[in-house]
């Protein structure tokens, strides 16, 4: 699975990181994929939820050693 575009939202607070993920999503085509890096904790909480409030699909998330892979 190869991601069409990624948004780096590693530091980015809370509710931005979130917002500008689905904003991200909503400017993509179906089908295409999004690769996100985001801080643990409350970060990946609010932006996974966020994301199938929005409507979107989470096809994988994996944590790394200082952040998550969405």
Do not use: F, Y
């Given at each position: 699975?190869?991601?069409?575009?990624?948004?780096?939202?590693?530091s980015?607070?809370?509710?931005?990181?979130a917002?500008?993920?689905?904003?991200?999503?909503?400017?993509?085509?179906?089908?295409?994929?999004?690769?996100?890096?985001?801080?643990?904790?409350?970060?990946?909480?609010?932006?996974l939820?966020?994301?199938?409030?929005?409507?979107?699909?989470?096809?994988?998330?994996?944590?790394?050693?200082?952040?998550?892979?969405?």
């Amino acid at each position: 699975m190869t991601a069409n575009e990624e948004l780096d939202l590693r530091s980015v607070p809370c509710p931005a990181n979130a917002a500008r993920a689905v904003l991200q999503l909503s400017m993509l085509s179906s089908g295409e994929i999004l690769l996100l890096l985001v801080d643990p904790g409350e970060p990946i909480q609010n932006v996974l939820q966020s994301i199938e409030l929005a409507g979107h699909e989470i096809l994988q998330k994996s944590p790394e050693e200082s952040h998550w892979k969405i």
